[in-house]
């Protein structure tokens, strides 16, 4: 499974970006999904999860009620839309698929496939 990330920007405090996950292979829709995001000499962090089905998420607390995910397997795509975006925000954003994990895997290591990243910059 390859994986991209993009959609990043830069957003004023209180906007929104959508971020996409696209990725290849035909057993993308088997995968649980999470994105993790990187702040400068910062660890990788977990944000969000979503199972294979989609009908489980989980969020991390930073971001419970703010951001968004979502996915369409007949696209295989993942979507994480953030809402009312804060300057702590601020990351490279990557997406990773796990074989054996769920939506609530929330350590780097639980995931075998990473997407590049891509950057996203909330101004105050």
């Known amino acids: 499974v390859q994986l991209q990330a993009f959609g990043g920007g830069l957003a004023q405090a209180g906007g929104s970006l959508r971020l996409s996950c696209a990725a290849s292979g035909r057993t993308f829709s088997s995968y649980a999904v999470g994105w993790f995001r990187q702040a400068p000499g910062m660890g990788r962090e977990f944000v969000a999860g979503i199972s294979w089905s989609g009908y489980s998420t989980s969020y991390a607390d930073s971001v419970k009620g703010r951001f968004t995910i979502s996915r369409l397997n007949a696209k295989n795509t993942v979507y994480l839309q953030m809402n009312s975006l804060k300057p702590e925000d601020t990351a490279v954003y990557y997406c990773?698929?796990?074989?054996?994990?769920?939506?609530?895997?929330?350590?780097?290591?639980?995931?075998?496939?990473w997407g590049q990243g891509t950057l996203v910059t909330v101004s105050s």
């Open positions: 990773a698929a796990s074989e054996r994990g769920g939506s609530d895997s929330t350590g780097p290591f639980e995931y075998d496939y």
